[in-house]
């Protein structure tokens, strides 16, 4: 049965799209500040930007890969950890109410990072055994911030709590395996894993968006759920949404859309450089699966720059 993926926005609410997405982010750094200075956080103040996120989502996908922020890059990881959460949750038809506390849930997952020296947080390796003890700490210190501050939070609590299991047992706190993990907590895992992946770090540029679904792949029945990964690839596709990728007659393109499950190398997308410069001037995605022998090659290798130079065109 063919099934219907993600519909971009190609209208003019386009820009403010993006707008939004971005306030998003620079409100919820703000709240972070208010945590790290140890000032009152509203305790429902998550409700706004879980609803903003809900009703949203599918349009905020595309800004995922390729948006850089500066120093926010905790509050962009966690609100791209809800998105794809969002999207991830209703792919595998979760009820409303696990999708409102994967929201709230992937929008705190990382609190407990907040109380992390950043010199630890930005050390790209070789961590003391001090440093380690921080990193194995903050899902506890997320779970104990959100029932102490926030109070009505207990099942969000619960399921930030199991965010860094593992499907074999090798994770932490608790090394639960496969199923005893909250669904929850098993989605986040794996949207934290990519939004982490496709983030630029101090210490490493961004992983594109196609080389950090083939890792999430790698991680099936070790790290995270199987059916979590296959459900994810088919939300968003190898070629990620949001993704460059080189076609075979020699264009580079941005995917902006996945008609159906069997359209992998054929998506919908906007043409961004190609030899026929006449091409340039309409950004009007085209569909690949109308253009006969024309379909993806590969991944672009400069994914990120040329991304950010689009969506700051438009
Ligand atoms: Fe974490």
Redesign the pocket.
């Known amino acids: 049965m063919i099934e219907l993926c993600y519909t971009l926005t190609d209208d003019l609410s386009y820009e403010e799209s993006y707008q939004n997405y971005l306030s998003l982010i620079s409100d919820l750094q703000a709240v972070f500040i208010k945590i790290i200075l140890n000032q009152f956080v509203v305790p429902d103040c998550m409700e706004g930007f879980a609803n903003k996120i809900y009703h949203n989502h599918k349009q905020f996908l595309e800004f995922i890969i390729g948006t850089k922020v500066k120093n926010q890059i905790q509050a962009k990881q966690a609100v791209d950890t809800a998105i794809l959460g969002t999207a991830l949750a209703q792919r595998m038809d979760l009820s409303l109410y696990s999708v409102s506390k994967i929201i709230e849930a992937a929008l705190l997952?990382?609190v407990?990072?907040l109380y992390v020296p950043k010199t630890v947080v930005n050390k790209p390796a070789n961590l003391g055994s001090q440093d380690l003890q921080y990193i194995l700490s903050?899902?506890l210190q997320?779970s104990r911030f959100i029932t102490k501050e926030l109070r009505c939070f207990d099942d969000v609590a619960a399921i930030t709590m199991q965010?860094?299991e593992a499907w074999n047992g090798t994770g932490y706190p608790h090394r639960l395996s496969g199923p005893e993990t909250f669904i929850e907590a098993r989605i986040i895992a794996v949207a934290?894993a990519f939004a982490a992946m496709i983030s630029e770090r101090p210490y490493r540029k961004p992983m594109p968006g196609h080389i950090a679904v083939q890792h999430l792949l790698s991680g099936i029945k070790t790290k995270f759920d199987p059916a979590v990964v296959k459900h994810f690839v088919q939300a968003i596709g190898m070629y990620p949404i949001g993704s460059l990728v080189e076609l075979t007659n020699g264009d580079t393109a941005r995917v902006v859309e996945y008609i159906t499950e069997a359209s992998g190398l054929k998506p919908r997308v906007r043409i961004i450089d190609s030899p026929r410069n006449d091409l340039l001037k309409d950004r009007t995605p085209v569909d690949l699966l109308d253009k006969k022998g024309i379909f993806v090659k590969k991944g672009s290798e400069n994914n990120q720059e040329i991304l950010m130079d689009l969506i700051h065109d438009l």
């Open positions: 997952h990382d407990g990072m903050h899902p997320t965010h860094h934290d």
